[in-house]
Nanobody, 126 residues
Framework: QVQLVESGGGLVQAGGSLRLSCAAS????????MGWFRQTPGKEREFVAA????????LYTDSVKGRFAISRDNAKNTVYLQMNSLKPEDTAVYYC???????????????????WGQGTQVTVAS
């Protein structure tokens, strides 16, 4: 079992930056690929970024490439999402997720994720 708690959301002006954090409980955090998703009212939840259980380069949706960076610190049981050059269309509730299976490869597909945080609101003002 993995429990996830996001933090770091808030209100920022367009062009600004935020760093989201996702703290995980459980000693097996380092064995799970992690992802970030986001959702706006009336829309389906969409993939943002993912990272393998061992770290390394991230996988991103096209709209955030070059602006967002996912990373993890397995010693701290935490995954991060650094968001730069924020745009109003980045406004959403951001969710951290862990894959269902240990040692799985990073994925953009929601059905691969079995553990979710409660979400943190990010609002980008124009």
């Amino acid at each position: 079992q993995v429990q996830l708690v996001e933090s770091g959301g808030g209100l920022v002006q367009a062009g600004g930056s935020l760093r989201l954090s996702c703290a995980a409980s459980g000693r097996t955090f380092s064995t799970y690929a992690m992802g970030w998703f986001r959702q706006t009212p009336g829309k389906e939840r969409e993939f943002v970024a993912a990272i393998n259980w061992s770290g390394g380069s991230g996988l991103y949706t096209d709209s955030v490439k070059g602006r967002f960076a996912i990373s993890r610190d397995n010693a701290k049981n935490t995954v991060y999402l650094q968001m730069n050059s924020l745009k109003p269309e980045d406004t959403a509730v951001y969710y951290c997720a862990a894959q269902r299976s240990q040692f799985a490869t990073r994925s953009r597909f929601e059905y691969n994720y079995g553990y979710w945080g409660q979400g943190t609101q990010v609002t980008v003002a124009s």
